[in-house]
């Protein structure tokens, strides 16, 4: 078992307190597992404990916990939510995954879409993509920014480092608001190589059966690999804190990503030590009162 404080230990978490370079994080790194089994064997026993966790984590519905991860294309984002939720509740948790606007999101400002889908208390959030494509894909293609109608902004010219800045620190405000209220912030960005996408792009090319996940569109984004490298990179540099860290996951290695994010997020709610809510005496009698109607009606039924 890890201590308790295995992902700050690791370096895999980022608090903002100084500048980060991607290229410094390894994106290939197992630390102690061997092979996928391995990793398998873990996860098992975590998704054992997750489910417990879960079930305190509605009872006492006092927090919240909202998952974002955020990676370029074929970094494993759909794998995480089936490996290590698959043994949560579904009614606790909800799954979001953000496409491009649509006419209506557009009339409203940026956060708003994201906004309406947070989790309410009690229940687990997975943003999958989330409200930082406002500082990564527009970032890359400024040119998105003027679909949003923004007062001043008429053309691209007009997109500065103030207009980032600003960006940076509406959401670090919006998840300062949150966190002060009950809601537990998890960022995750998957961190691969681009050899090891280009890997997984021929592979879904390779088998027919995931021809449907690859499409031109993915392949000219990756001519903007460098461009989107130092955009994730002023997003965590930005927007890291301590109340809402980013988790750069090593992730060449879809099984050791898998199985490290479970870990982290195990770790995480068993820290906030959930408490049970207590029934009143009051409430006691009732119960006794019920279970002998109860008793009475199955004795009939004899």
Known sequence: MAN??????????????KPIRLN??????????????????????????????????????????????????????DGVLRHVLRGINPQGCQVHSFKSPTHLELRHDWMWRHYRALPERGMIGIF??????????????????????????????????VFWDNRYKDIRNFEEMLSRNGTVIMKLFLNMSKDEQARRFLSRIDEESKNWKISPADFAEREHWDDYRLAFEDMIN????????????????????????????????ASLRFITPEVTDEMREKLKGIRKILEKELKKEK
């Open 24 to 77: 410094d994080f390894p994106t290939d790194y197992t630390e102690k597992y061997k092979d996928e089994d391995d990793a398998e064997d873990r996860i098992a026993d975590i998704i054992k404990q997750l489910n417990k966790l879960q079930y305190r984590l509605y009872a006492e519905c006092k927090y919240s916990f909202l998952i974002i991860l955020q990676a370029t294309d074929a970094a494993g984002k």
């Open 238 to 269: 930005n927007t890291s804190t301590p109340y809402a860290p980013w988790h750069v996951i090593p992730s060449d290695h879809k099984w050791f990503s898998r199985v490290l994010i479970a870990e982290i997020l195990m770790e995480k709610m």
């Open 4 to 17: 308790d404080n295995f992902y700050y230990d690791r370096k895999f978490y980022v608090n903002g307190e």
């Open 128 to 161: 999958n993509r989330s409200y930082y494509e406002n500082v990564l894909v527009t970032k890359v293609h400024p040119e998105f920014i003027l679909n949003e109608n923004i007062p001043g902004i008429e053309s691209t010219d007009r997109i500065d480092r």
